[in-house]
């Protein structure tokens, strides 16, 4: 079982930067393939960026492509994601998520393990 805790969110102008940070417990984090998903309100999940296990294979949707950067810290137990140029249409909750031996997947379905989330809000 993994236990994963976003940080990192809050209110920021557009055009700002953030980065949030997913922190698992447990020794086997680097067995997992990590994503993050963001929920607006009114609207589905959607997938915003997986990073695979080694980091070999990143995938983004195509929305947040040149602006955000996924990475991990195996020794540290930790996935980012830093976010630059955000826009108001950025702001929703953030995700992330741990997928078991996955391939940086952007079907939540894949995902067996989800943090509670962190808010981000990005004033225009």
């Known amino acids: 079982q993994v236990h994963l805790g976003e940080s990192g969110g809050g209110l920021v102008q557009a055009g700002g930067s953030l980065r949030l940070s997913c922190e698992a417990s447990g020794q086997t984090f680097g067995r997992y393939s990590m994503g993050w998903f963001r929920q607006a309100p009114g609207k589905e999940r959607e997938f915003v960026a997986a990073i695979s296990r080694s980091s070999s294979n990143r995938n983004y949707l195509d929305s947040v492509k040149g602006r955000f950067t996924i990475s991990r810290d195996n020794a540290r137990n930790t996935v980012y994601l830093q976010m630059n140029s955000l826009k108001p249409e950025d702001t929703a909750v953030y995700y992330c998520?741990?997928?078991?031996?996955?391939?940086?997947?952007?079907?939540?379905?894949?995902?067996?393990?989800w943090g509670q989330g962190t808010q981000v809000t990005v004033s225009s």
């Open positions: 998520a741990a997928d078991l031996y996955g391939f940086a997947d952007d079907r939540a379905r894949e995902y067996e393990y």
